[in-house]
T-cell receptor, first 115, second 114 residues
Framework: GQQLNQSPQSMFIQEGEDVSMNCTSS?????WLWYKQDPGEGPVLLIA?????ELTSNGRLTAQFGITRKDSFLNISASIPSDVGIYFC???????????????FGTGTRLQVTL | NAGVTQTPKFQVLKTGQSMTLQCAQD?????MSWYRQDPGMGLRLIHY???????DQGEVPNGYNVSRSTTEDFPLRLLSAAPSQTSVYFC?????????????FGNGTRLTVT
């Protein structure tokens, strides 16, 4: 199946620092989504991207749909302790269209914030 | 606002036992799905359903059965549990297709097979 590679796998940062993570695919996607998972809970949608080049913000979070359609980036500015969690990218392939569209998830980036 | 409710939260099974993981949603979502989450593997799709009476296989369906007799419920059955099925299982639903509408996840069922 399709693979989504997320980088980095984990990161330790200090409160107040900016964070960048990315997701790359071997094939093109027409939708990119970013989810966050808090410990003991299910993932929650942060940002959805539907067009190549699209840049979308949600508070301190900004995500971009790469021009090549094979990658996406998530930035978190001025991190705070509650940003701790696992961040997943997810993509929808143009081959998966219609009512049964399926998402492919990345392997996750584990973020830890120190005071 | 219940959203997506999964039961149980934790379960330990012996190899060969069967069990059903329950999932219910109260948002009238047509699309429901089951994922498993393993370290370093992300979330992998097991089975999904686009409406009552319709189910299909995902990426890793072997060893699991599903049915969708109502819009609200989408149980996942393990027929004969194996240690390789030790994982955290998430049920998710959405109004439309998984790619166009946000997936709403339950809080997961942590399953250990000994």
């Amino acid at each position: 199946g399709q693979q989504l590679n997320q980088s980095p796998q984990s990161m330790f940062i200090q409160e107040g620092e900016d964070v960048s993570m990315n997701c790359t695919s071997s094939s093109i996607f027409n939708t990119w989504l970013w989810y966050k998972q808090d410990p003991g809970e299910g993932p929650v949608l942060l940002i959805a991207l539907y067009k190549a080049g699209e840049l979308t913000s949600n508070g301190r979070l900004t995500a971009q749909f790469g021009i090549t359609r094979k990658d996406s980036f998530l930035n978190i500015s001025a991190s705070i302790p509650s940003d701790v969690g696992i961040y997943f990218c997810a993509g929808r392939s143009p081959k998966n269209t219609g009512t049964a569209s399926k998402l492919t998830f990345g392997t996750g980036t584990r973020l830890q914030v120190t005071l | 606002n219940a959203g997506v409710t999964q039961t149980p939260k934790f379960q330990v099974l012996k190899t060969g036992q069967s069990m059903t993981l329950q999932c219910a949603q109260d948002m009238n979502h047509e699309y429901m799905s089951w994922y498993r989450q393993d370290p370093g593997m992300g979330l992998r799709l097991i089975h999904y359903s686009v409406g009552a009476g319709i189910t299909d296989q995902g990426e890793v369906p072997n060893g699991y059965n599903v049915s969708r007799s109502t819009t609200e419920d989408f149980p996942l059955r393990l027929l004969s549990a194996a240690p390789s099925q030790t994982s955290v299982y998430f049920c998710a639903s959405s109004y439309g297709s998984a790619g166009r509408s946000p997936l709403h996840f339950g809080n997961g069922t942590r399953l250990t097979v000994t």
